[in-house]
């Protein structure tokens, strides 16, 4: 029954990660080459922003607790929690210009909806990188 919580954190990250930037891919890759029209655009931002704001809210409460188990137990190498730093300052530039992107009259949006993007699949392979280290970690201490 232990295992509820994590799980539960670990999911709500995930499917928040894949609502974050699922809907950026998804402007970067149809809604932005496809609309010209500035209002349909702001439109378009504005249904997109509480989902967003839901999803930020998710990967940071989410991400926090997964952070703190793993430390707490102490059963992470340290270059873990480099890895966590720039992961962590990365996601903050997802999150403000991500943020930014959405208002509306944005002549910039689709500029730096690509960057949150870039920066997102950044995040993404850095998450690899620390799982594979706390795992390489637990199974250099199980010996």
């Known amino acids: 029954m232990d295992f509820i919580i994590p799980y539960l954190a670990r999911y709500i990250h995930i499917a928040s990660a894949i609502t974050l930037l699922g809907g950026m891919f998804f402007a970067v890759i149809a809604w932005l080459p496809a ?34 188990r793993h430390v707490e137990n102490q059963d992470v190498p340290k270059m873990y929690h480099m890895v966590f730093g720039i992961k962590f300052l990365l996601a903050l530039h997802v999150f403000a210009v991500g943020y930014i992107s959405l208002k509306g009259g944005n002549a910039k949006r689709a500029r730096q909806i690509l960057g949150v993007v870039i920066s997102g699949l950044v995040i993404i392979g850095l998450s690899g990188w620390m799982r594979v280290l706390h795992l390489a970690f637990l199974t250099h201490m199980a010996r």
């Open 35 to 68: 609309l010209r029209d500035q209002g349909v655009s702001d439109a378009i931002a504005a249904r997109f922003r509480p989902w967003f704001l839901a999803a930020m809210l998710g990967l940071l409460l989410s991400g926090f607790y997964n952070y703190y």
